[in-house]
């Protein structure tokens, strides 16, 4: 595995190895502390490209919070030991500086819409512009066939398409399945921060999503999510900023199950200090596929 910390030597490594032509490259961007979801990225990368590269950069223009952004957890050999096992071929770890020159903080002029608005662009302000300015770097620099996100961060996956259609990047983008503890807890690199009863009381968001999914066709669906609101709420140590339905790709509001209305059910909460996000995906027939967002 190589790893580069220079954009140059970068693009010239992944063009010697292209000397031929026939090479695929495959893009899975982090910012570190790298769980089970990452780590299946890069499976799915290797399968669809002939090389996998993976960055590592905490990417401090997309953190609203200062504080967030200090907690971040960073753990560098333990990421490294993690890709080399899961067979990445390259890792970028560049500095600010590296992606940022000369200090500069230029935002991309792109109207996100109403993605750009909701949900997770309101409770944090200036977070996705922080989010396409670096990865329209990240892709200007590595300059990858495919871009792997996952669906746990939705709404993510919704702007980047938009960043990538808008600018008619030459990537193209494939977003795989939330990955999941074994009692449903969406892993995040933030879990790690929840204390033993954090940990208990997480359990309870990805509870919710799949209670509402399941009684869909039984009860109302907002009715619905305003009973798992109310149960939500009767613990302490959660603060659920939202749990909402919005139709699929669009992300326009929609409270009424209309037939075969392809659907994300969205939660972001705070456990303890910790803030989480997860969602689901539903469809009357509740049998939907991922679909592969293009215009939103
Ligand atoms: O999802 C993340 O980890 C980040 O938002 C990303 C895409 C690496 C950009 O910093």
Redo the contacts with the bound molecule.
Sequence with gaps: MKVFQKSTELQKYLLEINELGGKSVGFV???GALHEGHLSLISISKAKTTTTVA?I?V?PT?FNDINDFNKYPIQIDLDLELLLNAGCDVVFIPSFEEVYPAGTFEKIDLDLGRVGSILEAANRPGHFEG?IQ??KRLLDIVQPDVLF?GQK?YQ?CCVISKLITHFQLPVKLEIADTVREIDGLAMSSRNMRLNTQERQSAIKLSKALFHIREHLHEQDLSELILEQKELLATDPLIHVSYLEAVKQVSMEPLDILKNNTPMTLLIAAKVGEVRLIDNILISSSQTLKIPEIKEV
């Design positions: 961007p982090t910012m960055s950069f990417n997309q989010v670096v990865v996100l961060d993510q």
